[in-house]
Structures are given as C-alpha cells and as structure tokens.
C-alpha cells in the first residue's frame, strides 16, 4: 500500500464540471420524511395570513395595486436574477477551459504523504488530511478539499489497477493521514 500511484492525464472541462457537482446527492422525497413539513407549514401560515388579511379588508386598506406591484416587480426581478447566474456561470466555465489549456498534461504522484500534482503552470502539494471526500463518479475518482475539487480520470490509472482498488488504496492513505 505504499507504492505510489503516478499519472499523467489531462483533465477536460466536461469532466471537471460534472466533478463539480458530483458530491451533490439527488434530492429523494421519499428520503426526506420531514420535508412535507418544512415545505408545507410555512406555506399554509402564508396562505392562513393572507385569507385572514382578505376576510377582515385588510387587503383593501394596502391596495391591489400593492399586491399586484409585489407580484409583478418579483417575477422580473428572479428572471434578472437568472439572466446575470447564468452569465456569471458561463464566465466562470469559460475561465476553467482557459486554465485547463494553459495547464496541458497534469503529472499525479499519490503516495503515504499525499498529493503531488505537476502541470505547465506550476506544483502542488496537498496532504491527505486537506482532502475532504473522495467521490465515485461513473469514469473518475474526483478528490474534494473544500470548494476545490481535482477529478482523476479512471483512463488514466495504471494497468493492473482497477478503480475501486485505486480508491481503497486513497482511503487507507487517508486514514493515516
């Protein structure tokens, strides 16, 4: 189990966005038995205030154009909202496909020690106790340390060495991290 694991691979965008999002769980409702609640009682006492403020005329004392005003400038205001996410996430795929092509081939030794990972714009060194999770994603091992994440395509491992053998040998490392 000491033996290091050495790779050269060149990681894509393609990859590197679905590693981004790999350690995300699919939301299950039937998982999340509280959820009705959490979900539903907020929305019940919204729609019990506004029934009440409807029966007694308090809504008549504020105005339908107030109603209508909230409703109507909310709507334009989520779909500015999406507009600039959606611009600022395609700024920010945009600078990752630029990095990745100044990086070139990335060199990988994973040893007892850690990380070492070599490209054209520089090394790194990352012990084992700064890697969060190691995620299973269908054709690569992906290593999260907070909001960064490096994912090792499976092609790119040795002959002989099977994923789920290279996994168990980061997670043994891990532990004696």
Excluded at 7 to 34: I, S
Excluded at 94 to 115: I, K, M, N, Y
Excluded at 131 to 160: C, E, F, N, Q, Y
């Amino acid at each position: 189990m000491t033996e290091p694991v050495i790779l050269r691979f060149r990681p894509t965008p393609e990859l590197v966005g679905r590693a981004m999002t790999a350690w995300q769980e699919p939301f299950d409702l039937m998982k999340a038995r509280r959820f009705p609640f959490r979900f539903m009682v907020p929305m019940m006492v919204a729609g019990l205030v506004v029934g009440v403020a409807a029966s007694t005329g308090l809504l008549e004392l504020v105005g339908i154009a107030a109603v209508n005003g909230a409703l109507f400038g909310f709507a334009p205001g989520m779909a500015f909202w999406y507009a600039m996410h959606r611009r600022q996430v395609a700024k920010l795929t945009a600078f990752s496909a630029t990095r990745l092509v100044r990086e070139g081939d990335t060199e990988a030794r994973l040893d007892p020690t850690g990380l070492h990972f070599t490209n054209a714009t520089g090394h790194s060194r990352i012990n084992w106790g700064a890697i969060d999770a190691v995620i299973t994603m269908p054709d690569a091992t992906a290593l999260r340390m907070s909001a960064v994440i490096h994912p090792i395509p499976d092609a790119a491992l040795p002959k002989g060495l099977s994923p789920d053998t290279f996994r168990a040998r980061i997670a043994a490392w891990r532990g004696g991290a």
